[in-house]
């Protein structure tokens, strides 16, 4: 049982690069959730899913998207990375009223 | 609405001595209350929940945390530290019905030999 699977662990791309993040659950979790960690700022929602085929906007969206086409998988897309988008991501899932169970984070550095 | 005030941004005590890092919450409705430790490089783990059963709750690694509903605080506490429980810590709100979680800023814990 693996819980919350985050693929890659770490990557550096340049300014205006895309790429996607993978989380994977295999808990049958209901709820998905991807953060951004900044120094000083705690864990930001990004974006999150309620059930597999829907999304929505968390409180720092903005260059982001998302989909959930699978109810394990959650997807998190830079099209166009900026700097400012350099910060660890944390995916995390559960059911609803349980705690959530994080992944161990996406190190991603925008030069 | 919900939120979480973590009272201290960092707290340092010496190894043997107690341990209190202090959470405030306001919430619309009765939430539900957690705690999670972050090891530096290493996800979030849970130490403990509170889910409106008992008012104190008991989490891993010898940490507790009482819910005061009278005071909207849900302090966490370890009677003797240990080299090991340095960390950062985030306390966690979340009402009944919203699929958002509110995340405190966090408190590093530093631990004194």
């Known amino acids: 049982n693996a819980g919350v699977t985050q693929t890659p662990k770490f990557r550096v791309l340049k300014t205006g690069q895309s790429m996607t993040l993978l989380c994977a659950q295999d808990?049958?979790?209901?709820?998905m959730y991807w953060y951004r960690q900044d120094p000083g700022m705690g864990l930001r929602l990004i974006h999150y899913?309620?059930?597999?085929?829907?999304?929505a906007k968390g409180e720092v969206p903005d260059g982001y998207n998302v989909s959930r086409l699978k109810k394990q998988n959650f997807l998190l897309g830079l099209e166009s990375a900026a700097p400012s988008q350099t910060s660890v991501y944390f995916c995390?899932?559960?059911?609803?009223?349980?705690?959530?169970?994080f992944g161990d984070g996406t190190r991603l550095s925008i030069l | 609405a919900q939120s979480v005030t973590q009272l201290d941004s960092h707290v340092s005590v010496s190894e043997g001595t107690p341990v209190l890092l202090r959470c405030n919450y306001s919430?619309?409705?009765?939430?539900?209350l957690f705690w999670y430790v972050q090891h530096p490089n290493k996800g979030l783990q849970l130490l403990l929940k509170?889910?409106?059963?008992?008012?104190l709750v008991k989490g891993i690694n010898g940490f507790e945390a009482e819910f005061k509903k009278s005071e909207t605080s849900f302090h966490l506490t370890k009677p003797s530290a240990h080299m090991s429980d340095a960390a950062e810590y985030f306390c966690v709100v979340n009402n009944f019905g919203n699929e958002k979680l509110t995340f405190g800023t966090g408190t590093r814990l530093t631990i004194i030999p």
């Open positions: 919430s619309s409705y009765s939430p539900s």
């Open positions: 995390a899932s559960r059911r609803m009223g349980q705690p959530q169970h």
């Open positions: 899913s309620v059930g597999e085929g829907t999304t």
């Open positions: 509170y889910t409106s059963a008992a008012t």
């Open positions: 808990m049958n979790h209901e709820y």
